[in-house]
């Protein structure tokens, strides 16, 4: 039986970015969208261009980079917005404009505070303007798990006609219960006169933990796209995860009419890229992802795996790429290997000083390190470029010191716009000395929200990568750093969030205010 193709369009990089604290600059989402690109993701949703100049200009440098996904951007049904969204994918190989308007009564009333004929018109009028100014224009009716059928009907037809060529129908809030939303999916491709003329898409939310459940009960409905993330991530409770609606569709193939270009061995990679960029860590329990996916504990499990591994594993562990994460370089390799890496890592640098730069970070590490990984790979070049950039706070010095029975001292050096400032502090742990420190230099007044630590590579010798997560006056800025020593790590990752909070961007939420 020949099977449709199910459109992969990811939104990890702006409903994922969505998510409080997910915040990512240009260079990593550029390093996710590589990432994307290597695994075939049909679409990748690159941002939401009106949102900021910074988010602008990402937009931008992906669909510059990526040549084998369709690269889109988010615009709300206005004019300006679809303009930016244009302007942004002008060099892209294949590009889409995603515009969308919500049609519940609840957002209609309360939030547009727009008659529904009114809300129809807008639609029909923001998908001719992105008609005109690109062929592959999708339309999404927000909130349509709230939304009433006949009204759905109504404006899908006209919005059809109007010149969409993808219709989705977002669980904006994760209301749905799977039997009634491929019901709603089935009655739609039923009902609308046109609907052969768009494919129809799924954009679940993940409130009641039924995201992928609903996503899924729409392709056996009858969609043809479905809007995922990688780890799931996403507003509130995220999006539907990628890698299980991937694997899903691939291990069931005998129930789903439909198959995915997607390489899945690139799974993890990016499942671990993700998470590392983000600071959001991975639940070891986590489908797919998880550092316990295909771990077995319990005797019964280790011998009837032993014998016939199909006895309790449905998919290979290898398949969605565990253990590629290859020793790729060590102390020997010399600029051509590191640098034929990094660029099948998709990873460029601005010049060669900064290339030079990171060379000399590896051999450091490699020295201290003897197996390098990708994912050592990724920290260093985050570090190396966080150094490059013109960053308020930067760490000179640090001695941390900690004995059984006395108090832990940290002594800092930190440059202040070029100035550089000394203090000592003692903490409760080396860490929160060390933070402390850096609080009687900046005196940010911000609350730390979160600190994680985590084990880039299995084994003692591995890189901390660490996640401060800051909160000032509303706004939530993350930080990273990554060292052999976690307390260095610590430090970097503290003043990389001090950093972001001084970058102070303003940047608008999509899905906040409407025409
Ligand atoms: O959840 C939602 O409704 C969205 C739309 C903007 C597609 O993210
Ligand atoms: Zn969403």
């Known amino acids: 039986m020949s099977k449709d193709r199910l459109i992969i369009f990811d939104t990890t990089l702006r409903d994922g970015e969505q998510s409080p604290g997910a915040t990512m600059d240009q260079d990593e989402k550029l390093r996710i969208a590589r990432a994307l690109e290597r ?73 547009l505070r727009l008659e529904p004929d009114q809300v129809i018109e807008h639609a029909v009028a923001a998908v001719k303007h992105a008609r005109g100014l690109i062929d592959d224009v999708e339309f999404s009716c927000e909130d349509a798990g709230r939304s009433e059928l006949d009204f759905l009907c109504r404006i899908i037809e006209q919005v059809i006609d109007a010149g969409a060529r993808t219709i989705n129908i977002p669980d904006t809030v994760g209301y749905a219960i799977p039997g009634q939303f491929g019901d709603t999916i089935r009655q739609l491709l039923a009902r609308i006169p046109n609907s052969d003329k768009a494919v129809f898409s799924v954009h679940c939310h993940n409130d009641l933990g ?23 991530l996403g507003e509130r409770a995220g999006n539907a995860s990628l890698e299980e609606i991937v694997m899903s569709v691939r291990t069931r193939a005998d129930l789903f009419p439909v198959e995915t270009r997607i390489n899945a061995t690139e799974i993890v990679p990016a499942s671990r890229l993700v998470s590392s960029i983000t600071g959001f860590p991975v639940q070891p329990n986590k489908a797919i992802v998880g550092a316990n996916a295909f771990a077995h504990e319990s005797g019964i499990h280790q011998d009837g795996v032993l014998k016939h591994r199909e006895t309790y594993e449905i998919m290979r562990a290898e398949d969605v790429g565990w253990n590629t994460n290859r020793m790729v370089l060590g102390k020997h390799s010399g600029r051509a290997a590191f640098r034929a890496r990094l660029d099948e890592l998709g990873i460029s640098f601005a010049s060669d000083a900064e290339l030079n730069e990171a060379f000399q970070r590896f051999k450091d590490l ?19 470029k966080q150094a490059a950039e013109q960053e308020r706070f930067k760490l000179v010095l640090l001695e941390a010191a900690s004995k059984t029975g006395e108090t832990p001292e940290a002594r ?3 440059s202040v716009d070029g100035d550089e400032q000394e203090t000592v502090a003692g903490g409760a742990g080396p860490v929160d000395a060390t933070f402390k420190a850096i609080e009687q230099i900046a005196h940010s007044g911000a609350t730390l929200q979160l600190y994680s630590v985590n084990a880039i590579t299995a084994g003692t010798d591995s890189q901390g990568e660490v996640t401060v997560r800051l909160e000032k006056g509303g706004r939530i800025v993350n930080g990273h750093g990554a060292d052999i020593d976690i307390i260095t790590a610590s430090a970097k990752a503290y003043l990389n969030a001090l950093n972001h909070f001084a970058a102070g961007l303003e940047r608008a939420h999509p899905q906040a205010a409407d025409v």
Do not use: W, Y
Not at 53 to 74: H, N, W, Y
Not at 210 to 232: F, H, K, P, Y
Not at 371 to 377: A, N, P
């Open 39 to 111: 695994m075939k993701v049909d679409v990748i949703e690159a941002g939401f261009a009106i949102a900021s100049q910074g988010d602008f200009e990402s937009v931008k440098a992906i669909a510059d980079t990526v040549r084998d996904s369709t690269i889109c951007s988010l615009a709300r049904a206005k004019a300006g917005d679809i303009d930016r969204a244009g302007e942004a994918l002008q060099n892209a190989n294949s590009g889409r404009i995603h515009t969308f308007i919500a049609t519940s009564p609840i957002h209609m009333q309360h939030k």
């Open 210 to 232: 039924l995201a992928v459940a609903n996503s899924l009960e729409a392709v056996l409905n009858g969609a043809r796209q479905v809007e995922c993330t990688i780890n799931g």
């Open 366 to 384: 490699a020295d201290k390190k003897h197996e390098v990984f990708d994912e050592d790979l990724h920290a260093l070049v985050s570090d190396t």
């Open 412 to 414: 800092l050096i930190v």
